[in-house]
Every structure is written in structure tokens, then in C-alpha cells.
């Protein structure tokens, strides 16, 4: 049997790729997208329209008949025409803009490393400006010898580079009680995978002497003004956690923790401590006020769970996604991420009809352990209405929950570590939303 040849379809970009979100309402966010919807769609389509007929073939364009600009040792920057793609403010969510989160554009992302400059940044006291021969990392606690570390001395210990993703705890939180948001930007974009390059903690550990036996804690803090403090487990701290100075082939940006951060992999986003600057070594957790006050869940028998460390499996189709507009039918390549911190993603289902039946999609080389992996899915829209969910299982046999089956552990009491199937709804006009399909 042949398969119809595919006919290449055309996704536009979600409206708010056109409109400024700062200042406004969460209501009027909503209001404004709505109103926006239509009109942002068919600018973008005559945006298409618009291009000079003069520049295209038979015609030879301008720019291929002199000479370009000349060579530019500048920091290189996107194209100015790639403008729209930038991380974005949360919709009224956070009433400060220093304690406060911009997301990572994931519909616009290709492959899994998320490039430094739209890496979703999360601050809880601001973005602290630090000379790095003015900061220091000091180890101490149930150590033999304390010691205070220049950067240029973590700079100089064995190094690794390693590729792995940062979730911040309240990703998809919005999702919890209803769906609120519209794009897969702000459903799931406190999300980031890089390489990283530091050394790994236990090397410092080892340098600093840890107490063998009495060390189960280690305490965190950043130099910000929230002095952020976090409590990680000895297991962790000896396993893989790094102190991190590279991201990308480069120093870590300002916002990702200049000069120095901890990561943790796997663990959720508040445990990879920014702008780094001490290390206690305990034998209890510290119980420090972020710990009580932000990410711990309410369970629903009313006790809290405060120290949930792990990210559990969860994936989330990128494209088409929330916002977009189908504008034909035909061959589509459904594609999307799938993450785990408990190791490497083993399988992604996909499903077009809300869960009923589900395929096998193709997993993306490499396929790293606590990293994105990429996943894809050929379709064929025939202009009915379809709901699009991925399913992913990690090396350890997790299955990622429907929201049933979350709520049913989770209740309805806390928002945090929200990991539940993503759907997308596909109507017969190719509009594409943000629904819960339990
Ligand atoms: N010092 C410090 N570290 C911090 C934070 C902070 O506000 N201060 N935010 C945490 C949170 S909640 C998350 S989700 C991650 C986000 O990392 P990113 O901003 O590099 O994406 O950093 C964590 N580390
Ligand atoms: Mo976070």
C-alpha cells in the first residue's frame, strides 16, 4: 500500500509572538490574546504575502549583487528577523519583577540544548551583577579543613562537561486547578538542558576533607540578596552534582548563576543554587526557611511533604502546540520533549485522539540521563478534530501520569512538581489550544 506523499504543512506561530505581555492583567493577558488571536494570525500571513516578489526566483535579490557587511568580532546575536523568540514574562503570576520568572520559548526550540540566551531564568531576590574576582565559594561545616575557594581555584581542579536539564519545581503548576495558560512557553517553559562544565562536588568534598561518617546534608547558599539555601543529600552531592562555571561552551550567563553555580541533575530547580557562595557539611537537613515556604507539597491527609528532591518523568509536545494555527491540512511532524530525573527516557507514546490509542514516536540520539530528549511523530491532518498527547517511560519503568492518576496521589491542596499527560486540541479551523483532558 502506498502512503499519500506528504504534503508539507504550515504552522504559524502563536499570537503572543506578537504581543508585548509586561503591565498587563493576568485577565486582560487573556483578553488581549483572544482579541489578538485572529488578527496576529492573518498579519502573519499576509507578513508571507508582503514579501517582494522582485527578490525571489527568476529575480536575483539585492543582497546577492553587493557586498555584504563586513565581518563583526562583536558578542554574535540572532537574526534580526528571529526578533519574536525571546524568553517571556509570566502573565501576572509574581507581583515583583526581581522575585519573578521569564520562560524559555520551547515551540520555537530545535533538538534538545537550550541556547544560553533563552534559558529560562527564575529569581527569588534578583539578579545580582558579581565581579568574579570579588566572589568566593567557601566549603565548610563537618569538614577536616574549611576553605574559602577563588573562582580561578575551582577553575583550576579536573573538570567535566555534562549534559543535563534544570526544571524549576513550579513548572506547569498553572496546569494544577485549571488550564489558565495558552502556550507551551508558559505551560511548561521553566524548563532548560545545556552542557555544563564544572567539577564535580565530590572532588571539593574530597579537598576539603568531609567527615566519612557523621556527613548525610549539605547546605547550599547564593550570594543574592535572597541569600537562597537549599539542603541536598550526601548520595546526590557524591554522585554527580557539579560546581558549575560553563554553559554552553562558555561562562554561565548572569541570570543562570555567574560565576558559579551548584547543579544538582535531576534535582528540582531551586536545588542548583546560584551565584554560589558556601557549602555547609551537616548531618541533619537544615530546614531553612525557603525549604518550609516554597516547593513542598500538601499532601491531601494534610501532611506536607517538604523535601521532594527528584523531577519525575514527564514530556510535552512542542509542536503543534498551544497558540499555533494549523493552516492546511496534510503532513505534519509532531514533535516535543521528554525529560526524566531519575535517568535516561526509554519510550514516548503519542496519542492524536485524547489518550484512546496510543504510538510508538522516534526518540532522538543521544539519549541522555537526566537531559531532554527529543521525540517525533509523523501525522497526517485530515481536518477533524484531534486532542495530541505524549506519554513518556523512563529507564526505571515510570509511566507519566494522566491527571487522574496525579491527582489521585497529589490531591488538589499543592501545585508543585506537577508531571501529568500535556494535551493540545486541534480544531477543525487548525486553531490549536490548551485543554485538560482527565
Ligand atoms: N541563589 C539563587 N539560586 C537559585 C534561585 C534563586 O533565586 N537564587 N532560583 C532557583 C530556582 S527556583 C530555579 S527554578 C533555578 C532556575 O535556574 P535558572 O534561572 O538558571 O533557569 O535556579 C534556582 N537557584
Ligand atoms: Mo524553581
Redesign the pocket.
Known amino acids: 500500500m502506498s502512503e499519500p506523499k506528504p504534503r508539507y504543512g504550515r504552522i504559524v506561530l502563536a499570537p503572543e509572538d506578537f504581543l508585548p505581555t509586561r503591565g498587563l492583567s493576568r485577565r486582560a493577558f487573556f483578553d488581549l490574546l483572544a482579541a489578538g488571536g485572529a488578527a496576529a494570525v492573518s498579519a502573519a500571513v499576509a507578513g508571507r504575502a508582503q514579501a517582494d516578489d522582485a527578490n525571489l526566483p527568476p529575480h536575483v535579490p539585492p543582497w546577492s549583487k553587493r557586498l555584504g557587511a563586513p565581518v563583526n568580532a562583536a558578542y554574535g546575536q540572532p537574526s534580526p528577523y528571529e526578533r519574536n523568540i525571546i524568553r517571556r514574562e509570566d502573565p501576572g503570576l509574581t507581583p515583583t519583577r526581581e522575585?519573578s520568572?521569564v520562560f524559555t520559548p520551547l515551540q520555537n526550540l530545535f533538538g534538545i540544548i537550550t541556547p544560553s540566551g533563552l534559558?529560562?531564568?527564575?529569581?527569588?531576590?534578583g539578579r545580582p551583577d558579581i565581579n568574579p574576582y570579588e566572589h568566593r565559594l567557601m566549603i565548610h561545616g563537618l569538614v577536616r579543613q574549611p576553605k574559602i575557594y577563588t573562582v580561578e581555584d575551582i577553575l583550576r581542579f579536573p573538570s567535566v562537561s555534562r549534559i543535563h536539564f534544570?526544571?524549576?519545581?513550579?513548572?506547569s503548576a498553572m496546569e494544577v486547578r485549571n488550564v489558565s495558560v495558552p502556550t507551551v512557553q508558559y505551560t511548561h517553559g521553566?524548563l532548560?538542558c545545556s552542557e555544563f562544565t564544572g567539577v564535580l562536588l565530590s572532588t571539593l568534598l574530597d579537598d576539603v576533607g568531609y567527615d566519612k561518617k557523621r556527613a548525610r546534608f549539605i547546605l547550599a547558599?547564593?550570594?543574592?540578596a535572597?541569600?537562597?539555601t537549599?539542603t541536598i543529600p550526601i548520595e546526590a552531592a557524591l554522585d554527580d552534582a557539579m560546581v558549575v562555571y560553563g554553559q554552553n561552551g562558555e561562562m554561565l550567563?548572569p541570570?543562570?548563576?555567574y560565576p558559579l553555580?551548584?547543579l544538582v541533575p535531576g534535582f528540582?530547580?531551586?536545588?542548583?543554587?546560584?551565584?554560589?557562595r558556601r557549602l555547609k557539611v551537616g548531618d541533619q537537613p537544615f530546614n531553612t526557611r525557603e525549604e518550609t515556604l516554597?516547593?513542598s507539597d500538601l499532601m491531601p491527609d494534610g501532611k506536607t511533604r517538604q523535601y521532594t528532591w527528584i523531577q519525575e518523568a514527564k514530556s510535552v509536545i512542542t509542536s503543534p502546540s498551544g497558540g499555533q494555527q494549523l493552516l492546511d491540512r496534510g503532513y505534519y511532524q509532531i514533535t516535543g520533549l521528554a525529560w526524566s530525573g531519575r535517568g535516561k527516557i526509554r519510550r514516548v507514546d503519542v496519542s492524536t485522539d485524547g489518550g484512546r490509542n496510543w504510538h510508538p514516536a522516534r526518540l532522538q540520539d543521544p539519549i541522555l540521563s537526566k537531559a531532554l530528549t527529543r521525540f517525533r511523530f509523523d501525522w497526517h491532518w485530515d481536518g477533524s478534530p484531534a486532542l495530541l498527547q505524549s506519554r513518556c517511560i523512563d529507564e526505571t519503568g515510570y509511566v507519566q501520569p494522566t491527571v487522574t492518576q496525579w491527582r489521585a496521589v497529589r490531591g488538589t491542596r499543592s501545585i508543585y512538581h506537577y508531571n501529568a499527560i500535556q494535551t493540545w486540541k486541534v480544531d477543525p479551523d487548525g486553531k490549536v489550544s490548551n485543554v485538560q483532558v482527565a
Open positions: 522575585a520568572v534559558h529560562f531564568e527564575r529569581d527569588h531576590g534544570i526544571e524549576c519545581g513550579a513548572n521553566m532548560g547558599e547564593g550570594a543574592d535572597a541569600s537562597l537549599r550567563r541570570e543562570n548563576g553555580r551548584l528540582q530547580g531551586i536545588s542548583n543554587v546560584k551565584w554560589l516554597h516547593y
